[in-house]
């Protein structure tokens, strides 16, 4: 069975910190792979995804960024946290193809103080 | 991807069958119709998605109708467990090796009374 793992579970940084946040997946190999944002009241938001490794691509310019170093890895950051990203941060990956449902993780909670 | 409307919110009791009403008026003919559900502080689960026909599995059964307009996702004997914000999406097919894109809305809230 896949399994999906986020990291930190949860986080508070203070504004212009740096930030990286971990997603692993086991079980399945070549999964795309995705980064969601949602502001705490707010609606879901597709940041990036990654159909293999070393290839992200943005969908939303958040002031962040994304990398796949490994094939069940994908990693999201930034050198410099705003207020504005705090928030919840998912992890989902799909199987190749189209009509592809996503299996979303557990989540990252991130308060920017 | 076309807009959907739903209800901002829905009551139900334990026990009953629910209906969930979604609207897709500019439904093209490539976009699926997917239902994800998501509680506070979790990742959205999966559903359910289909294109033309009803579609059924172990969570819920969806009805779409004949024009693709609208669908209603039924769910059997309702459960607390069943209580979330449910999201009707439409998600155009993907072109092999591009990922595909959700575009979630604000969903309808579903509750569920003992």
């Known amino acids: 069975a896949q399994t999906i793992h986020q990291w930190p579970v949860a986080e508070i940084k203070a504004v212009g910190s740096p930030l990286s946040l971990g997603c692993t997946i086991k079980g399945k190999s070549s999964p795309n792979l995705y980064w969601y944002w949602q502001a705490t009241g707010g609606t879901l938001q597709q940041l990036f995804y990654s159909i293999t490794v070393g290839q992200v691509e943005s969908v939303v310019q958040l002031n962040l960024s994304a990398s796949r170093p490994k094939d069940d890895q994908f990693i999201l950051s930034t050198e410099k946290l705003l207020l504005s990203h705090s928030g919840f941060y998912l992890c989902?990956?799909?199987?190749?193809?189209?009509?592809?449902?996503?299996?979303f993780g557990p989540g990252t909670r991130l308060t920017v103080l | 991807d076309a807009k959907t409307t739903q209800p901002d919110s829905m009551e139900s009791t334990e026990g009953e069958t629910v209906h969930l009403p979604c609207s897709h008026a500019t439904i093209s003919g490539n976009e699926y119709i997917y239902w994800y559900r998501q509680v506070p502080l979790q990742g959205p689960e999966y559903v359910t998605h289909?294109?033309?026909q009803n579609t059924t599995n172990s969570m819920a059964f969806l009805a779409i109708a004949s024009d693709r307009k609208s669908s209603t996702l039924i769910l059997p004997h309702v459960s607390l467990r069943d209580a979330a914000v449910y999201h009707c999406?439409?998600?155009?097919?993907?072109?092999?090796?591009?990922?595909?894109?959700?575009?979630f809305g604000k969903g309808a809230k579903l509750t569920v009374s003992p």
């Open positions: 289909g294109l033309q």
């Open positions: 999406i439409l998600r155009v097919a993907m072109q092999q090796g591009t990922g595909s894109k959700l575009s």
């Open positions: 989902a990956w799909s199987l190749e193809g189209d009509y592809a449902e996503q299996f």
